[in-house]
């Protein structure tokens, strides 16, 4: 719950989830107009190594997600693009605040 008001949101006007999901590459920055950001360090498929999901809100400290492995999918309803992390590692600035087993947030829809 904490993690989807954190990072949730909507995709650009005009582009489809699947089109989104394919934006994401390895080595890249990909930041969502709202000022979201997704960094891969690696991506074979749907399977993501090195995934650090991040929110800096304006006049606050950033607020990520980071794990060593995840998943990108559409889901079924072929509207939502969703990121899966495994063993992640929960940070408000500097200070890591939780970590939690499996961890699924909607990136666009």
Known sequence: ML???LLGGCSPKGVSPEQLKNI?????????????T??????????LEGVRLLRNPGGGPAR????GQGLISVDPDGQTVRVTLY??????GTNTVGSVKEFSVIVAE
């Open 87 to 92: 063993h992640a590692m929960i940070r408000v």
């Open 24 to 36: 994401v590459q390895q080595g890249k920055d990909v930041t969502w107009p709202d000022g979201r």
């Open 3 to 5: 993690l989807l008001l």
């Open 64 to 67: 990520s997600v980071e794990a």
């Open 38 to 47: 997704i960094h891969v360090q690696h991506r074979d498929g749907s399977r």
